[in-house]
């Protein structure tokens, strides 16, 4: 919670990408033994291997689009 802000975008984040996920995406930690796509997800997520951008539209709810990209390995 400390990095997305709340519970929605937290939600949409991990949702997001346990779909990609499932879809054949590897994934972006070593140890994944014994893990499900969402403990994964999660655990990329608090390693900082995802990022997203959130969006809010003028008169309407804000709607948060998790862009989940590969940080760039140095």
């Avoid at 809010?56 to 760039?72: D, I, M, S």
């Amino acid at each position: 919670m400390e990095k997305v802000g709340d519970a929605y975008t937290l939600i949409n984040i991990v949702s997001k990408r346990v779909r990609q996920l499932s879809s054949g995406s590897r994934p972006l930690i070593a140890d994944t033994e014994k893990m499900g796509w969402a403990d994964i997800a999660m655990t990329e997520l608090v390693s900082d291997k995802l990022s997203w951008e959130t969006s809010e539209f003028k008169n309407t709810a804000p709607v948060y689009t998790a862009n989940l990209r590969r940080k760039h390995r140095a």
